[in-house]
């Protein structure tokens, strides 16, 4: 079965400094995979998304995040974080040919400290 | 610009009483899902609708739940009989298509408490 893990619940950085939020998925054939984001009482919002093509795809933001075929990750960056930046950050996952179904990560919860 | 929109935002029900949570998804949208969020774990799927009926639906997704599109707006989770690990965060999501050629667009979420 697939599955998303998301390495550390909790992450916190210094502003201007580099986000890193890491995703490590689990299939055979590579499937669809997506970052959204969830501000405080507010709904998940796409942040970026890769289906086919350039591997390094480009969000909202100034998010990016790389797919490694070869590593089976697709971390999320941002090279400056912002203040705005805290939220809970969700990597998920469509598999191929399985309907339009989502499979999430635990989630990461970025702080940004001033 | 559109969104979805939960109703409650927060729900507390007593252990066995049914419940019914209520999203009404993009108007022009056409598939539907709902997923659940335990405090502390992964946001699971729930089940899928499509054309009036279930298209998929997980292994959580027992007889105590069921879903229904009852005026071609609205749509609902109905849990019959609520336990206290159906306590968690339910969100309602809705796409115009299939994943992953267009966007599922997400509701704030409903908190459903069982005491």
């Known amino acids: 079965a697939q599955s998303v893990t998301q390495l550390g619940s909790h992450v916190s950085v210094s502003e201007g400094a580099l986000v890193l939020l890491r995703c490590n998925y689990s299939?055979?054939?590579?499937?669809?995979l997506f970052w959204y984001v969830q501000y405080p009482n507010q709904g998940l919002q796409l942040l970026l998304k890769?289906?086919?093509?350039?591997?390094l795809v480009k969000g909202i933001n100034g998010f990016e995040a790389e797919f490694k075929k070869s590593e089976t990750s697709f971390h999320l960056t941002k090279p400056s974080a912002h203040m705005s930046d805290a939220a809970e950050y969700f990597c998920?996952?469509?598999?191929?040919?399985?309907?339009?179904?989502?499979?999430f990560g635990q989630g990461t919860e970025l702080s940004v400290k001033p | 610009e559109p969104e979805v929109t939960q109703t409650p935002s927060h729900q507390v029900t007593q252990m066995g009483q049914e419940v019914i949570l209520r999203c009404v998804p993009i108007?022009?949208?056409?598939?539907f899902y709902w997923y659940r969020q335990i405090l502390g774990q992964k946001v699971e799927f729930l089940v899928s609708?499509?054309?009036?009926?279930?298209?998929?639906k997980s292994e959580i997704f027992d007889d105590q739940f069921s879903v229904e599109r009852p005026d071609g707006s609205n749509f609902t989770l109905k849990i019959r009989s609520t336990k206290l690990e159906d306590s968690a965060m339910y969100f309602c999501?809705?796409?115009?298509?299939?994943?992953?050629?267009?966007?599922?667009?997400f509701g704030q979420g409903t908190r459903l408490t069982v005491v």
């Open positions: 999501a809705s796409t115009a298509g299939l994943t992953p050629n267009t966007e599922a667009f």
């Open positions: 108007s022009n949208h056409l598939y």
């Open positions: 890769y289906t086919t093509g350039a591997t």
């Open positions: 299939s055979s054939v590579p499937p669809y």
């Open positions: 609708f499509y054309n009036n009926e279930i298209s998929e």
């Open positions: 998920a996952v469509n598999p191929y040919n399985q309907g339009g179904k989502l499979i």
